[in-house]
């Protein structure tokens, strides 16, 4: 074992901006943004710091490359700091074991650090709607978990028209949300407000509830014609979304779905939880209407200074490769759009979520857009084919606190249904070597 060096929070003052340094934070992703885990005076993590929770150490994945890709590398000079000391020297320790070189640790965290508010923190401005599994079981047990507000709940196990993934497992008194309950069977756009209003009603929603939502990770890779219908949590952020537009006031999901609840320890159900339907939703849908856009607006926003239309599609889908989808014909891009990369192919979100399908850290995925040329600064409306993976790059705009930021609904699938609209194929101008 080697004898590591500890560093005082003085000396933590002096190099946290140093860019030779990387700061590691190893707490769980819910501290790194900003939940007070430990009721620590102030919640977030050291400026500059990076995320890669010590939990991580124990998947079954290549370690070296795992680290890699989060940006920590042996020419680097790293602190680590967490909430257990043992747990940071165990993995200052790992890290030399594998080749890192300069590694130290920082153990004044939370009474020294958090104390001070000279010294600089920072954490992702809405991290209060991304929920995780303690802070749920901590609410259907009669308790009140911090940010909780409201004077009822609903909690939503989504899937796509698969009652069998309910009956699967689901967290206690959690009740089953058909994403098509939300979207039309025809364009899977959001449903007219008519229809919404009479759907939240039934499932004992108003505008005053808190909804917390979450869904399953399965693999999408098989022969189902709807692969993404398994992708359960993917849909369950698009219902987020849907009920942002309708104007429920306190829409939360489950970092990292019912997949993070069963990691925690926490147990699933088979019992059926049916809602206690609500009189009347309380105000009139939409209470958001600038969630989302439609055909025209994409266009205006295409011909913007002002506005950006932010296409998080795969690469093979915006060449031209594949459509992505198979009930969707036509292959290639809207011509002018950026290009937001979701990751592989069509279900599959990488650059946008953690190993474990948390939520990725918020500076990553904000470094990646300022690259790509997203910023916050302009009019974002996001797409992807008919919304799925478009209200999730939403999402993560929506917990970062950008202005002004919108979903195309329609996408691909209803840009493509009208042929005088220009597509475009091969590689990107501005991506061409």
């Known amino acids: 074992m080697t004898q590591i060096k500890e560093l005082s929070t003085s000396y933590m003052s002096r190099i946290y901006d140093n860019p030779d ?81 300069d590694v130290k640790c920082y153990h004044h965290f939370e009474e020294g650090w958090t104390k001070d508010e000279n010294l600089p923190m920072d954490h992702l401005p809405n991290y209060h709607q991304l929920v995780y599994p303690e802070w749920v079981h901590s609410l259907i047990h009669g308790e009140k978990p911090p940010h909780y507000e409201g004077n009822n709940y609903v909690i939503l196990h989504s899937h796509y028209d698969y009652i069998d993934d309910y009956k699967q497992g689901h967290i206690p008194q959690a009740i089953p949300m058909n994403t098509m309950d939300l979207e039309s069977e025809v364009t899977w756009n959001r449903r007219s407000p008519e229809e919404l209003k009479t759907t939240l009603e039934k499932h004992g929603i108003t505008k005053d509830s808190t909804v917390v939502l979450y869904g399953r990770f399965s693999n999408p890779d098989n022969d189902d014609p709807y692969p993404g219908r398994s992708a359960g949590h993917l849909g369950a952020i698009r219902c987020a979304v849907i009920l942002l537009y309708a104007g429920v006031k306190d829409v939360k999901v489950l970092n990292g779905g019912i997949t993070r609840w069963e990691q925690a320890g926490y147990k699933t159900t088979s019992q059926d939880y049916q809602p206690t339907p609500a009189k009347d939703f309380g105000a009139e849908i939409p209470g958001r ?145």
Not at 29 to 55: C, D, M, T
Not at 338 to 352: L, Q, S, V
Not at 394 to 404: D, I, R, V
């Open 21 to 101: 340094i990387l700061i590691v934070d190893i707490r769980p992703v819910e501290a790194f943004n900003g939940w007070k885990l430990r009721k620590e005076q102030r919640g977030g993590h050291i400026k500059n710091a990076k995320s890669f929770p010590y939990e991580w150490t124990h998947y079954q994945f290549e370690m070296k490359e795992l680290l890699d890709s989060k940006g920590i590398t042996p020419k680097q000079s790293l602190v680590i700091y967490g909430y257990d000391h043992a747990q940071s020297e165990q993995f200052a320790q790992m890290l030399l074991d594998v080749g890192y070189v």
């Open 289 to 433: 209407p600038q969630v989302f856009v439609d055909l025209a607006e994409a266009k205006e926003l295409l011909n913007s200074e002002s506005g950006d239309l932010v296409s998080v599609r795969s690469y093979p889908e915006i060449i031209g490769e594949v459509s992505g989808y198979n009930y969707i014909q036509t292959k290639g891009r809207i011509p002018g759009a950026i290009f937001g990369n979701c990751g592989t192919d069509a279900y599959h979100m990488e650059n946008y979520r953690n190993v474990d399908h948390t939520t990725r850290e918020y500076q990553e995925i904000e470094q990646n857009w300022t690259k790509w040329g997203i910023t916050p600064n302009k009019h974002l409306a996001f797409y992807c084919g008919t919304g799925w993976r478009g209200s999730e790059a939403f999402f993560n705009a929506w917990l970062m606190g950008y202005p002004k930021i919108s979903v195309f609904d329609g996408g691909w699938f209803e840009w493509t249904s009208h042929p005088e609209n220009p597509v475009a194929t091969g590689v990107p101008e501005e991506m061409a070597e």
